[in-house]
């Protein structure tokens, strides 16, 4: 037994028990209650950060907790290993992707290692695994033979410098979501799945996840964005052809005096007469660099050009000039929009400045509108007017009932719109699980039979950096056999979207061994839902979608029964810290600055805001220097305590210091009275001043478990032990109450199970348990425990807080009124002065009215 802490030697004693026994594998059990608690699993980039060191410290408190609490935990690890880094750093380094990525992976593995962390790891997967990507490429031949995967030629996202195409979620504010190169459209061949099938049900279900952050699902609906109105055709002047148009706002029908195409429609060209052909070409041309986004934003300047051609106004006749307009797009709707200028502000805006007609359709309230002197477009409620029969309803009345008019005169029908896009997974790239699907010239698109899965991604494979997928290089890997007719035929060479191997991965944990199919049903309908999904708020529109998504599909191709994959979401903050610079070296590390100065030059070092950790600032700590310095329990610990969870955490060295001085102040606590201790069995009832002890005891007991489960308050919790503690050194009956003090000191221990497990476990055995601590169980509070002999009572002055004052629990209003008005600092507040009325707060205040 050791009398000084050591983190080294007892974190390395205890990850070593922990994997000789296997003590986190994970296995069915029908006759328990069981708790899937899982992390989104990292990219294999080589090396672990703080948000990582943040992030699974969450989740590990969580499984131990369970596990103390008797559940049957599933608590996995794996490996997103497919992307364009492992691509990028071959590029860079001559590294064959496969090399890069599995030496990241072995490195990544023992950091995670060394922090601790209850993972079954006989469960680990890695997507770039054949055995992983088989059965997705399996899903896929599914979803062909339903109709939910299929090709067609789009105008895609293209980053010219990743070469790959990127789905609209890829896109931030027009640039590439990795590499923040600008991204251009580009027309190709592309496979997409038709999320559009679920949109209305992924819609449905955030209403039932009620485990989910408010602000995600949010992001969610308003990502899904259902729209209901109405499709109305306008007739092409002088043509036997119409333009359909979805609107939400057929109660401005009557008002409508132009039409705005996106330059990606497909009438676009066929609508541009001779006279302004060349016009609309150059100006299709330069609307496809512009980012989308920025077209539809409300700063951007509003541009079209006119067609030559003119549609007509069903309900009014009138002649509408059709114009291409840079604030439309394909992406919503149908790619056209009625241009009512007198109620839209874009509308407006876009008519002034080609000095197009203005008709008031809708008269606000009070005010009567005049088109020739409106500064802005009313979009607020109103009366109808120059509206034919509908003149003189409200708005909203007349949009019901200029639908129903359309539908009956064969003009438009009412529709529901979804701005959700079909979701396109085809990326010209190598690193990434080939598509399953050979193209003949005799039999067209030929599905890969699913004997002859998987489709293998060949790891020899040379990249230069230049051009798209090397795979189209590759004759081995391109030219192959007919399936159907036997006859030469070509290999798919675009790879998957890496976000299809993140939307179903969490289900092959359930089941990793699994080779009959993707999933083994009775593993999953047994593990599944994951109870507590844990990951950044940067993925609400992306992967928690898609993997939503997956689930359904999979339960319709009768993979399993599931509805949705998670059944609560934490999305925690990031990690922040301060930035610091130097004039002449720019961005400097934390161990590049000495007393404020660089250490290169001397200079003094700028200051800058907390931000993310970011390698590219140099903001950053590497956690194995953390660990090797103070250990991981210290390391956990901070990140645990240092904010709530779902808040950003700001590194700070001075509260990693006193994390590892609190540890230290436990260990001293139960060396120092291990002698007192020693073969005492712990207290089941106390009395006189070992009551009190008992009492704080039990009451840390009750507030860390109402803190750790569900409100993830471990801030709160951590503060809690810490006033245990204090409770424990400022003890002074010890000899006379060793039952007592050891009951404080085995609480404390186990209350800091799921925090700081090694030093916990250590400790316990040092207490005399020769079992590990988490075949303990977690502590249970005895309500008998909680109960105070004496409360103390805020005694207010006229609202205004004077004093305290410490009466038995059971004192009656009258010895409480007395003690009150006793008090040596209250009373100078109320001498010379009349006491009109005392107000008593059982338990909690006493205010005192006086004038």
Not at 685 to 704: M, N, P, Q, Y
Request: include cysteine; charged fraction near 25%.
């Amino acid at each position: 037994m050791q009398d000084r802490y050591d983190a080294g030697a007892i974190e390395q004693k205890w990850q070593q028990f922990w994997e000789q026994n296997k003590s986190f594998k994970a296995a069915e059990a029908p006759d328990k209650k069981k708790y899937y608690l899982l992390e989104m699993f990292p990219y294999p980039s080589g090396r672990i950060h703080m948000g990582h060191v943040r992030n699974y410290s969450i989740g590990d408190v969580m499984a131990r907790f369970k596990r103390l609490q008797g559940y049957n935990v599933l608590h996995p690890m794996g490996w997103d290993a497919f992307g364009m880094p492992a691509e990028n750093a071959a590029i860079k380094h001559g590294t064959p992707p496969a090399k890069w990525t599995y030496e990241n992976i072995a490195s990544m593995k023992v950091q995670l290692k060394k922090m601790g962390l209850s993972y079954d790891w006989d469960r680990e997967l890695a997507t770039c695994n054949a055995d992983y990507y088989r059965w997705e490429q399996l899903i896929f031949l599914r979803m062909l033979e339903k109709g939910l995967a299929y090709k067609k030629r789009s105008s895609v996202n293209w980053c010219p410098d990743c070469q790959t195409v990127l789905a609209n979620e890829q896109v931030e504010d027009g640039c590439c979501w990795r590499c923040d190169s600008e991204v251009v459209p580009k027309e190709l061949e592309q496979w997409f799945f038709r999320i559009t099938n679920y949109a209305q049900e992924l819609l449905d279900e955030t209403n039932n996840l009620s485990g989910w952050p408010e602000p995600v699902l949010m992001m969610q609906r308003n990502w899904i964005g259902r729209s209901t109105g109405c499709e109305i055709n306008f007739p092409i002047d002088g043509v036997d052809k119409s333009i359909a148009v979805f609107t939400t706002r057929q109660d401005t029908l009557y008002g409508a005096t132009f039409m705005s195409l996106a330059p990606e429609h497909p009438m676009a060209l066929e609508l541009a007469s001779s006279e302004q052909r060349s016009a609309v070409v150059a100006f299709i041309a330069k609307v496809k660099k512009q980012d989308k986004i920025k077209r539809t934003s409300d700063d951007q300047e509003k541009e079209g050009v006119f067609t030559g051609s003119y549609c007509l106004n069903p309900v009014t006749g009138t002649r509408m000039p059709i114009f291409l307009a840079n604030f439309v797009l394909m992406d919503y709707g149908t790619g056209a929009v009625m241009a009512v200028p007198t109620h839209d502000q874009r509308d407006f805006e876009f008519a002034h400045k080609y000095q197009l007609p203005l008709v008031v359709v809708i008269q606000p309230e009070g005010e009567n509108l005049d088109p020739k002197t409106m500064a802005e477009a009313w979009t607020g409620p109103g009366t109808m007017v120059n509206s034919a029969e509908f003149n003189g309803l409200p708005n909203e009345e007349a949009k019901e009932k200029i639908a129903e008019s359309l539908a009956n005169k064969g003009l438009g029908d009412k529709t529901v719109n979804y701005r959700l896009r079909d979701w396109g997974v085809s990326r010209q790239r190598y690193w990434g699980t080939p598509i399953p699907v050979i193209y003949c010239d005799s039999c067209g698109t030929v599905p890969v039979p699913e004997k002859d899965l998987p489709v293998v991604l060949p790891t020899d494979v040379e990249l230069t950096g230049e051009g798209g997928s090397p795979l189209a290089q590759r004759d081995d890997f391109v030219n192959t056999s007919c399936p159907t007719c036997g006859a030469a035929a070509r290999r798919e060479t675009d790879t998957f979207d890496t976000f299809v191997e993140s939307s179903w991965y969490y289900f092959r944990y359930a089941c990793p061994g699994y080779t009959e199919g993707p999933v083994d049903a009775d593993a999953v309908n047994y593990w599944l839902p994951v109870d507590q999904y844990i990951g950044g708020v940067e993925h609400a529109v992306m992967h928690l979608l898609y993997a939503r998504f997956f689930t359904k599909v999979m339960r319709d191709l009768g993979m399993m029964s599931l509805d949705e994959p998670f059944t609560n979401l934490l999305t925690q903050g990031m990690v922040c810290m301060e930035t610091r610079s130097c004039p002449e070296h720019g961005w400097l590390y934390p161990e590049e600055v000495i007393d404020d100065k660089c250490s290169r030059c001397n200079a003094e070092s700028v200051v800058g805001r907390n931000e993310k950790m970011s390698k590219s600032k140099k903001n950053v700590i590497d956690p194995d220097h953390l660990i090797k310095r103070y250990g991981a329990d210290t390391a956990r610990l901070f990140s645990l305590f240092a904010a709530p969870p779902e808040k950003d955490l700001e590194w700070n060295e001075q509260g990693v210091e006193g994390c590892y001085r609190f540890i230290n102040r436990v260990w001293r606590a139960v060396h120092d009275n291990l002698e007192l201790v020693q073969g005492v069995a712990t207290a089941e009832s106390a009395e006189g001043d070992a009551r009190d002890l008992r009492r704080i005891a039990h009451r840390t007991i009750k507030k860390v478990t109402e803190d750790i489960d569900g409100r993830f308050h471990f801030n709160t919790a951590i503060s809690s032990v810490m006033e245990l503690v204090n409770a424990i050194y400022t003890f002074e009956p010890k000899r006379e109450h060793p039952a007592v003090l050891r009951e404080a000191l085995e609480t404390t221990v186990r209350l800091l199970t799921p925090f700081v497990p090694h030093v916990a476990e250590e400790l316990w055995s040092c207490l005399g348990y020769e079992q590990d601590i988490e075949s303990c169980g977690w502590p249970v509070w005895d309500p008998a425990a909680l109960v105070e002999d004496e409360i103390s009572i805020v005694v207010q002055v006229n609202g205004k807080v004077r004093g305290k004052v410490v009466v038995a629990a059971d004192a009656v209003e009258d010895v409480i009124r007395e003690s009150a008005l006793a008090e040596t600092n209250v009373s100078r507040f109320i001498a010379d002065k009349t006491v009109r009325k005392v107000i008593i707060v059982p338990g909690r205040l006493v205010n005192i009215v006086v004038s």
